[in-house]
């Protein structure tokens, strides 16, 4: 076991732990150590090859298919030098001021987060494609919802140089999305701050943290040789995600301390729902998700965006099997996308919890609520895309394989709300919010407003686990706003905590 | 093989054809392409996991016996189908979910072979972009 002095580790390279990084590194300036572990790799650009498996494999955490408890979800997120940054399609928002009022988090006021998310809109180069870059498939959704009197609005992305490849799920070749592996780490690296990956962080107690650094086949080696090292920090920030943050605080015995740590989850449980246009359509390339409606927010708790996903995942999301999955396959050139997203709500029952062999587990179950959501909008989104001019969609839950033009007017027979059942159908989240969550009260809350963990002054945790509801919106920019704000409480209060 | 016996591999292959009718029609470079991605996404899971996928095998296998006394690989097209439907739609969310994971790996190792590709139309280019007026 090797040892290493630190001021300040950060665990995660993502939105979260990317931009503390970058927050504190003109501490190294005054000789202020600063670590970052990232479980995965850095990889290089000609190993980002477009291809889906090999790069869901490279990417992400079990392929992008871990599974819940349950078995009726599956979680994406990524391991690589940037996180979820690296995959992410880069759409931009903002989280809207009533999302902060529920989360009724005191000393946490949406101008605050609106003021720090204009921040990082602004940094990481985030604008309006112009309307020459927008492919048929996000012009189609808007024809749809146009037609039909839904309001639909266009994302804000953070691309730059972007070639429209459409491959921004499985790592952009171009480095055209301004995550942090694009802005925030190489600034952050070129301050001063250590960035060290293959390194698994398994527990951060008192100030220690216990870190194992693999040699893998792939990407840049990692600046430490393999082994384990025992680190010692003055702070430690957890920005692993909702859930390895959490994870990491049980495995380290918080969770003795702390009666809600893990509590709480969300995950924005989404589906992807597919029609197929009598012409070939430009879909799988040009920038792939442009649109939006939040038509249903308040009504059905969902939203739905334009998407366009390669072979595998299109194919796992559609029902069936046989010839005529692969007849709708075939028709793959014609086939426009959209992407549900439920607005869940947090419940004791949904949380993370470490399996016996120190694994995560994720106890998630589809409530009613969110099962009427997912029910309704596979039919908004089928009438969508009749409005836009599909001649037959595939709505997972439907009496049969696909629905055509002549049925249009018959969704509500043809999409049986009790065909709408867990492991019915493919449900996934790339939205893990919560298990951390802020609060006034270590009964109910993890952190306070600002990130530190209740009663230990050392310890912070800077990602979407903190978020005590689902933020409605992509999430990621809310994650560096409060990013943001825990690296300037940690400024605020380093010499404090390392004395 | 890593993650499957000769038997069961040989089986998956059987049922992976009534799932993606094409893959009854591959060559043995795409068979080969095939299991190679079926051995990394099973190495990539969990141990259990694994042996659940096993167990869920031997299942479909038998699941026919009791109603038409033979065993999956022995039944018509008609009937394997049957099998497959019944699977999908099983009350037991157990079976459901394993019916779902066997679904999930064959589209993985059949539509993840960037061989299979052009066959839907699905050529990633470079200058996306540009290609959007061409």
């Not at chain 1, 869901?56 to 030098?81: P, V």
């Not at chain 1, 609005?153 to 429209?164: I, S």
């Not at chain 1, 249009?408 to 043809?414: H, I, N, T, V, Y």
């Not at chain 2, 589209?107 to 299979?116: H, L, N």
């Amino acid at each position: 076991m090797r040892e290493v002095k630190a001021d300040i580790v950060i665990v995660g390279s993502g939105a979260g732990g990317g931009t503390v990084a970058n927050e504190l590194a003109p501490l190294c300036a005054d000789g202020i150590r600063i670590i970052v572990f990232e479980q995965g790799p850095r990889l290089r650009d000609d190993e980002l090859t477009g291809r889906e498996v090999e790069m869901a494999q490279r990417l992400y955490f079990e392929s992008g298919g871990m599974l819940t408890h349950d078995r009726s979800m599956t979680l994406a997120w990524a391991r690589a030098y940037g996180g979820s940054t690296t995959v992410y399609t880069g759409t931009s928002m903002v989280v809207p001021g009533h999302v902060i009022e529920a989360w009724n988090v005191p000393g946490l006021r949406w101008d605050d987060v609106r003021e720090r998310s204009k921040k990082y809109l602004e940094e990481n180069n985030v604008h309006l494609l112009e309307e020459r870059l927008i492919n048929e498939n996000n012009r189609l959704f808007v024809k749809g919802c146009t037609a039909l009197g839904y309001r639909v609005r266009q994302f804000p992305v953070n691309v730059e140089g972007c070639r429209g490849l459409g491959l921004c799920n499985l790592g952009c070749p171009n480095g055209a999305k301004r995550g942090t592996h694009r802005v925030q780490l190489p600034a952050a690296e070129r301050q001063g701050v250590e960035v060290v990956t293959n390194a698994t962080v398994s527990s951060v107690t008192k100030r220690r943290c216990l870190v194992t650094v693999a040699h893998r086949e792939i990407g840049e080696p990692s600046s430490w040789e393999p082994g384990e090292y025992r680190v010692t920090a003055r702070v430690v920030v957890v920005a692993g995600n909702a859930v390895n943050s959490p994870v990491l605080l049980f495995r380290s015995g918080f969770g003795e301390y702390l009666p809600a740590l893990g509590r709480g989850i969300t995950l924005h449980p989404a589906l992807i729902l597919a029609a197929e246009h009598d012409h070939p359509l430009t879909n799988f390339f040009g920038f792939p998700k442009s649109y939006f409606t939040d038509e249903f927010r308040e009504d059905g708790r969902f939203l739905l965006e334009t998407c366009m996903y390669y072979p595998f995942t299109t194919a796992k999301n559609l029902n069936g099997f046989g010839a005529e999955h692969s007849s709708f396959m075939k028709g793959f050139r014609s086939m426009q996308q959209i992407l549900v997203l439920a607005l869940d709500d947090p419940a004791d029952t949904n949380r993370v919890e470490v399996g016996r062999h120190g694994e995560p587990v994720v106890r998630y179950r589809l409530g009613r609520n969110v099962l009427d959501s997912l029910h309704a909008s596979m039919k908004t989104a089928a009438r969508i895309f009749f409005a836009a001019g599909a001649r037959r969609v595939h709505v997972p839950a439907g009496t049969t394989f696909t629905i055509g033009t002549a049925d249009a007017g018959r969704l509500d027979d043809l999409v049986p709300r009790s065909n709408v059942r867990p492991g019915g159908m493919s449900i996934s989240s790339a939205h893990l919010m919560g298990g951390c969550r802020m609060g006034a009260d270590e009964k109910t809350s993890v952190t306070d407003a600002w990130g530190q963990v209740h009663g230990i002054p050392w310890l912070f945790v800077a990602d979407s686990s903190l978020f005590p509801r689902c933020s409605e919106v992509n999430p990621y920019v809310t994650v560096m706003a409060l990013a943001d704000r825990v690296a300037q409480r940690v400024r605020e209060r380093f010499k404090e905590l390392a004395s | 093989m890593k993650h499957l016996s000769q038997e069961r591999a040989s089986f998956l292959l059987t049922v992976a054809g009534r799932i993606v009718p094409e893959i009854r029609e591959m060559d043995p470079d795409g068979i080969s392409r095939f299991f190679g991605i079926v051995d990394g996404a099973l190495g990539g899971r969990p141990r259990k996991a694994r042996r659940q996928f096993g167990a869920f095998l031997g299942v479909v296998r038998w699941l026919g016996l009791p109603r038409w006394g033979m065993p999956f690989e022995r039944l018509d097209d008609d009937r394997q189908d049957r099998v497959l439907r019944w699977l999908q739609r099983c009350p037991v969310r157990v079976l459901r979910q394993g019916f779902w994971a066997l679904r999930t790996i064959v589209f993985m190792a059949y539509y993840g072979q960037p061989e299979v590709w052009p066959s839907l139309g699905y050529e990633p280019r470079w200058d996306g972009n540009e290609a959007l007026h061409a």
